[in-house]
């Protein structure tokens, strides 16, 4: 069986889920009112109106003898985008990058094999896939992505009907810090409906500003149960929750890529003489940018010092400045998160600036709600990777003569492969190198000691 879900998986990679059924002829009328419902109500419904017509495949060991928890992990597994390596990006883009060498594809096709493996499965790639967000340069957006949004289009997700937005619970956000600390998460929040979600309401898709809408139930959700025979079977089926109740948003991905950040063209060298050349990141202050207040520069610093000591950084913020702390707004607008991941990368050659960075932010807690924080899990995950000998952005000379890969830093931690593409992924010495760290914050209880208002 479990050989004959592999073959049916690599055939199946070839269908995507931003793929559509081909358009109706011209000849025949498309029903406004059954486009409206296909919008709210899932074809599983209209299926489940009629159980009769669903084969419960009770026969196949995959639903005879597996229980449904054990399918549910291969929906999930199934259902989980890959990169189709057959359509590498051209590695010269800033977008290409590990996780992202080629358009993201879902493995839709599987819910068309037959209509049991479909009422239970129908949610899944909404679910288990985060929608992507950017919100910075348009050179940095990857093509081809079909659950992905930015702020400065933000109708790309416009296919995708009330209840397929309602399910999905994760997103990935590439943000500038320009944008980080210029209140980007709550724009961010807005197109996803954060908020909404949080309250339990119906998704209604877009209001007329592009931002997410959501509105009061008109009707309670419905539970599903365990089932051991035909007819609980077709009971748990006639029993789906309504599928427009949003789903609260637990995990979110925040990301900068290597020219996202503050002084990123600057030289490496330059930074041991400028405190506005380093990288550098601070939830707790507005804006780090700043020349008429030079001692912004050094807050990332200044915070580790004071949290290291136990206490909370004072940075002489008013009232105004506060409400601009991208750390404070995750409190406020992505209330019910689980998990929150910071994914940095930066040039190999300035690689001791974002270890600096990530020392800092071990310390970093983030409030949520009830005494609850996103404290840092004590682990840490790094990434090296080579990539083009040069790109558009490169306006200054550095990045050629210094960005490159280090005999002594390769052996301690290699370039991983990333493309199926020979001499690239660990093997080109004339290829550019960068870093990815990434430092995940799960949700935590802290104790008393920690000022609750810590936001």
Not at 100 to 121: D, F, S
Not at 192 to 221: D, K, L, N, Q
Not at 366 to 383: A, Q, S
Request: charged share 25%.
């Amino acid at each position: 069986m479990v050989r004959g879900v592999g073959q049916f998986l690599k055939f199946s990679r070839k269908r995507t889920l931003d793929e559509t059924p081909p358009p109706p002829p011209a000849s025949v009328l498309i029903d406004p009112a059954r486009r409206k419902t296909e919008q709210r109500v899932p074809l599983a419904h209209e299926i489940l109106d009629h159980p009769d017509s669903i084969d419960s495949q009770l026969q196949s060991p995959l639903f005879g003898k597996l229980p449904r928890e054990l399918r549910d992990l291969i929906w999930r597994f199934s259902l989980t985008r890959y990169e189709d390596l057959d359509r590498l990006y051209d590695i010269r883009k800033p977008y290409a990058r590990p996780g992202q060498a080629a358009p993201l594809r879902v493995a839709v096709q599987l819910l068309r094999t037959c209509r049991a493996v479909y009422v239970e499965a129908f949610l899944t790639p909404f679910q288990v896939n985060p929608i992507m967000i950017f919100h910075g340069d348009d050179n940095d957006i990857p093509p081809g992505i079909p659950l992905m949004r930015t702020t400065e289009n933000q109708f790309l997700c416009r296919k995708l009907r009330f209840w397929q937005f309602a399910n999905i619970s994760s997103v990935e956000t590439t943000l500038q810090q320009i944008h980080l600390e210029g209140g980007g998460l709550e724009r961010v929040s807005r197109l996803v409906g954060t908020i909404g979600r949080h309250h339990g309401h119906e998704s209604r898709g877009y209001a007329v500003t592009g931002y997410a809408c959501f509105v009061s139930p008109t009707e309670p959700g419905r539970s599903t149960s365990a089932v051991d025979s035909k007819e609980e079977y077709n009971s748990q089926l006639s029993s789906l929750p309504n599928p427009l109740i949003g789903r609260k948003i637990t995990r979110l991905s925040i990301r900068m890529s290597r020219t996202d950040w503050w002084g990123w063209e600057s030289r490496p060298e330059e930074s041991e003489v400028s405190p506005s050349e380093r990288l550098r990141l601070e939830p707790m202050i507005n804006v780090t940018d700043l020349w008429k207040r030079p001692a912004n520069y050094l807050a990332m610093t200044r915070g580790y010092e004071a949290r290291k000591a136990g206490d909370e950084p004072d940075f002489q913020l008013d009232d105004f400045e506060k409400q601009g702390r991208w750390g404070s707004q995750i409190r406020e607008y992505w209330p019910d998160l689980t998990t929150l991941e910071l994914v940095l990368e930066t040039f190999s050659c300035k690689k001791n600036q974002l270890d600096h960075v990530v020392q800092c932010a071990k310390l970093w807690t983030f409030p949520v709600e009830d005494g609850f924080h996103l404290v840092w899990d004590g682990k840490e995950e790094l990434i090296r990777w080579r990539g083009a000998q040069s790109y558009k952005y490169e306006h200054r000379d550095w990045f050629r003569v210094h960005n490159v890969p280090r005999d002594t830093e390769a052996q301690s931690s290699p370039a991983i492969q990333w493309r199926p593409s020979r001499g690239n992924g660990g093997g080109d010495t004339n290829s550019q190198e960068f870093i990815i760290q990434t430092l995940t914050f799960e949700r935590k209880r802290v104790g008393d000691h920690v000022d609750a208002d810590r936001a």
